[in-house]
């Protein structure tokens, strides 16, 4: 990873967890649940396709951290897809995984995941959150965690959050 910004404290990633849920949930919350399903982006995506993907990058690094195993294991589709080059057929993967579930099941589940890793976050140090990638997988990375975090979580919500007001937003 190139030009990282300052590695974040455990305080800085609560924060920004906290804040960044309440953006993204603002969002969905500000239509009804048909154009949740049924607005779709270039791609095919509706906003619950975008959610979904959510719940399974964030279990990727909870996997990473709480059990030691690879990020793949995490996301719900075969290893053989996940590459940091192409995330494409990984995420179509896990799209294909919860295409038929309701909004609120993976409301649902994105809670409970976004839940699980702030939790996991609260209880690490601002050392821990400077501990290599590698000191939870080996071979996963020897850059600091707390950038893998914040990738697939607070910056992350971001990142869909402006897709899917851009959903929303289209006629």
Same mark, same amino acid.
């Given at each position: ?10 305080? @800085?990633?609560?924060? %920004? ?27 095919? !995506? ?5 959610? %979904?993907h959510?719940? %399974? !990058? ?6 990473? =951290?709480r059990?030691?195993?690879? @990020? ?23 799209? @294909? ?51 893998? =975090? ?18 929303l937003?289209?006629?």
């Open positions: 990873m190139t030009n990282l910004p300052d590695p974040f404290t455990r305080d @800085q990633l609560v924060t %920004a967890f906290d804040t960044e849920w309440f953006e993204l949930m603002a969002a969905v919350n500000a239509t009804n649940t048909d154009y949740l399903l049924t607005k779709t982006d270039a791609a095919g !995506w509706n906003t619950r396709d975008h959610l %979904a959510l719940a %399974a !990058w964030l279990n990727s690094v909870i996997v990473m =951290i059990d030691g195993q690879p @990020q793949w294991a995490g996301l719900g589709g075969p290893e053989e897809l996940f590459s940091f080059e192409d995330y494409d057929p990984m995420n179509e993967a896990i799209r @294909q995984l919860t295409i038929d579930w309701s909004v609120e099941d993976v409301l649902s589940l994105l809670h409970e995941r976004h839940e699980t890793l702030r939790a996991i976050v609260a209880e690490m140090s601002d050392a821990d959150l400077l501990k290599p990638v590698d000191d939870f997988v080996p071979g996963a990375g020897d850059f600091a965690i707390c950038y893998k =975090i914040d990738g697939n979580g607070p910056h992350h919500y971001r990142e869909h959050r402006g897709w899917i007001e851009a959903i937003r289209a006629a």
